[in-house]
């Protein structure tokens, strides 16, 4: 099957910093990724859209100056959360869909767990 | 927002024993699909249902798909205790890719 890669697993930070996640799809072109969250022992929440090339569409209630959102290639898409704080503690999940794969399938990453002191 | 609720929430089971799970969904779909996750990693998919399919197996699992109840369930038969793990299901009501997962049975098979 495909991989989606992402980067780094875990990361650790201190409140008021900006952290970086980074989405790669390995063995296609990504059209489509979409974010995800993930708190303890609960479902996943999506965050954001992202389409190669535009501006991410993002789900209500969450804040796109809060969770910048890029995907400048058809492999990669960064989420970067800004201003980190404690409750934006989180596992943050990436999935991808896009050429040559089969509609509704999507492939996710393996998840980027962000802790903020 | 979540539109998927499934039950039991926890499902605890001996090795050798079926698993069945249940999800229901809020909105019409144009597929369900039920991934697993292990604690602390990524998802993986499982099997994909398409509206206009009732039934579809894939090795130990089944999956039924009940439109006009707007529900699903997924059986896991001989379970193993590498099962173990949290399963979701997820709606795509627009076959762009757009999930929205439901709240997940935690499932422990036993050895």
């Known amino acids: 099957g495909a991989v989606v890669s992402q980067h780094p697993s875990r990361v650790i930070c201190k409140s008021g910093t900006s952290v970086k996640i980074e989405c790669r799809s390995l063995d296609f072109q990504a059209t489509t990724m979409f974010w995800y969250r993930q708190f303890p022992k609960q479902s996943l929440m999506l965050m954001a859209t992202s389409n190669e090339g535009s501006k991410a569409t993002y789900e209500q209630g969450v804040e796109k100056d809060k969770f910048l959102i890029n995907h400048a290639s058809l492999t990669l898409s960064t989420l970067t959360v800004t201003s980190a704080h404690p409750e934006d503690s989180s596992f943050y999940i990436c999935s991808a869909s896009g050429l040559g794969r089969n509609t509704g399938e999507l492939f996710f990453g393996e998840g980027s767990r962000l802790t903020v002191l | 927002s979540q539109q998927g609720e499934e039950d039991p929430q926890a499902l605890s089971i001996q090795e050798g024993e079926n698993a069945t799970m249940n999800c229901s969904y809020k909105t019409s779909i144009n597929n369900l699909q039920w991934y697993r996750q292990n604690s602390g990693r990524g998802l993986v998919h499982l099997i994909l249902i398409r509206s206009n399919e009732r039934e579809k197996h894939s090795g130990r699992l089944r999956v039924t798909l009940d439109t006009s109840k707007k529900s699903s369930s997924l059986l896991i038969t001989a379970s193993r205790a590498a099962d173990t793990a949290s399963y979701f299901c997820?709606?795509?009501?627009?076959?762009?890719?757009?999930?929205?997962f439901g709240q997940g049975t935690t499932l422990q098979v036993k050895p």
């Open positions: 997820a709606t795509d009501a627009g076959n762009t890719g757009k999930l929205i």
